[in-house]
């Protein structure tokens, strides 16, 4: 075993006694009142954790970059200090921030007339998202995410992949010079490396032979990386899996989380082995929705329907599984969080065409959407203990909707609105007009949080403190 492959293991292991001694710590172990007031305080919604237990909480605290304590109304606004801030949602909807797991947001935003990067920031802010991982992330554009990281415009949280090929190109080892999980910052880190398999479903084409992507992928793997493989095609993805059971040779995929990119054709028996294995799904939620049926290639997605975008099948098969949007390579170039969940749980598009029955009996759940795009996204870039859902210790990356997706109606998910995203406790973006202030309390002086176009006002609570 090399020394990298070596570090990347124990890096495993520690990380999952992390995440135990952090469960421990959320049911009351070792915990610790708090010494001081927190600085944020966020009550009188629904607020859902994505935790299993307890999964709705009344209130949160947050002391800086970090959630200090959940629980009910009560109790948290009982640690209030006379210079708290306080957002009253006033019944709107707080979740942890969106993570979206596949995307080309930064590096491909030519394609939607973006030229900025603050730009692109900007607009995936708005949409939700907390997090994205970058999955064609080259020397030059690493180069330009560290450069905004240092400068401190990286205003989000990003896993860079590193290419080793695109199509017949291959990028040689140029990937070794960084560390598997290299972190430059709390906002910036090396997610793993990319591969492409094959193109799309209307060429078939592979760009590697069993022994070639077996060596590419040992390699990768030997050197600890997490290797995340473009596969469309299910003949491409038989060939996907084998390399990947090679270089695991019995060990557990936990340790590694590598995974898959796209399925866009899966049958039977890779979908089983696939949960044998522990290999990650990573599919997009607004794929293969009833717009899809004015396209040119739909006839094949016809003749194939049989094994396209299994979303619903996979999960029911418990494969560990992730939930993104390839913005902005996808039908409609959609980005936005809320309207990827409409349309992985209702097959509809923007026209509204009625989905075809292999489109509707691959739905899934609002609540399995959701999970897609926090926890379970989280635990594909190992940092499910930072982020992912809302609990003590973790990153206060949050965002507010005008209302709760798990109790309106399924046609109406596209319509909530992000009223707010917060990473590590600082508003990033908030919607025009927006303001949650709890009016009963707000003293003299206030405060700007603004690091966005919509300044976030925070009102200073005269609250009085036991001493007073």
Known sequence: MSQRRLLAVSSGIIALLLVSLLYLYSQGFWNRPIDSPPDLIIHNGAILTMEQSPAQVEAIAIDGELIAAVGTETEILALAGSNTNIIDLDGRTLL???????????????????????????????????????????????????????????????????????????????????????????????????IFMDGWYTNWNHYFNQSELNSLVFQAHDDGFQIAIH???????????????????????????????????????QIQRMANLGIIASFQLPWFNSDWTTTESFPILETYSDFVGRWRDVLDARVPSLGSTDFPWSLGEVRAAM????????????????????????????????????????????????????????FADLVILSDNPLTVSEDDLADIEVQMTMIGGVAEYTAPGQQFLSAEHVGASSQIVQRSDQPFKMEIMNIPTQEE
């Open 96 to 194: 942890p921030g969106f993570i979206d797991s596949h995307g080309h947001h930064i590096g491909d935003r030519e394609y939607v007339n973006q030229s900025t990067a603050g730009e692109v920031i900007e607009s995936v802010l708005s949409c939700g998202w907390t997090s994205i991982s970058e999955l064609f992330v080259n020397q030059d554009r690493l180069d330009e995410l560290i450069n905004l990281d240092q400068q401190d415009n990286l205003r989000l949280r990003v896993n860079a992949y590193l290419p080793l090929s695109w199509q017949l190109d291959r990028f040689g080892n140029w990937y070794q010079a960084y560390q598997p999980g290299q972190e430059y910052s709390s906002k910036l880190r090396i997610g793993g490396v990319k």
């Open 339 to 394: 309207k990827a969940v409409s349309m992985a749980v209702t097959r509809v598009g923007d026209l509204g065409i009625t989905p075809p029955d292999w489109m509707l009996n691959q739905t899934i759940s609002v609540e399995q959407a959701l999970r897609l795009i926090t926890i379970d996204a989280a635990y594909g870039t190992f940092q499910e203990d930072i982020k992912g859902s809302i609990k003590v210790g973790k």
């Open 231 to 269: 596969s469309v095609t299910d003949n491409a993805t038989d060939i996907v899996l084998n390399a990947l059971e090679v270089a695991l040779d019995g060990e557990s995929n936990d340790l590694y989380r590598h995974r898959i990119e796209h399925l866009v054709l899966l049958r039977d028996i």
